[in-house]
Nanobody
């Protein structure tokens, strides 16, 4: 059974930092792009960041550029999201996703391109 399991969420004050992890099991995604998405209460799920299979290319939504950093360790089958200078508007459930259908392909901000999803981890930023 293929699983993506997120961890590292929690409650933090504005200006603080968190590091999310997404560990894959059941198969390797070392040849596939992976991404992070988030969904705030009452809002649609939105793209946060994506990384290509080798980690050489990354892409961010404008609101997190310069504050968040996505990375991956293919030996550990894990993707990370370092979040710094957190703001209350970053409060959401954060989801990890993998695109298993394209190998060595480009990264995408389109959630429809991702076919494996984690269960999500809550991030709450207090003001």
């Amino acid at each position: 059974q293929v699983q993506l399991v997120e961890s590292g969420g929690g409650l933090v004050q504005a200006g603080g930092s968190l590091r999310l992890s997404c560990a894959a099991s059941g198969r390797t995604f070392s040849s596939n792009a992976m991404g992070w998405f988030r969904q705030a209460p009452g809002k649609e799920r939105e793209f946060v960041a994506a990384i290509n299979w080798s980690g050489t290319y990354t892409y961010y939504t404008d609101s997190v550029k310069g504050r968040f950093a996505i990375s991956r360790d293919n030996a550990k089958n894990t993707v990370y999201l370092q979040m710094n200078s957190l703001k209350p508007e970053d409060t959401a459930v954060y989801y990890c996703a993998a695109n298993s259908r394209v190998y060595y392909g480009a990264i995408s901000a389109d959630s429809g391109e991702y076919d494996y999803w984690g269960q999500g981890t809550q991030v709450t930023v207090s003001s």
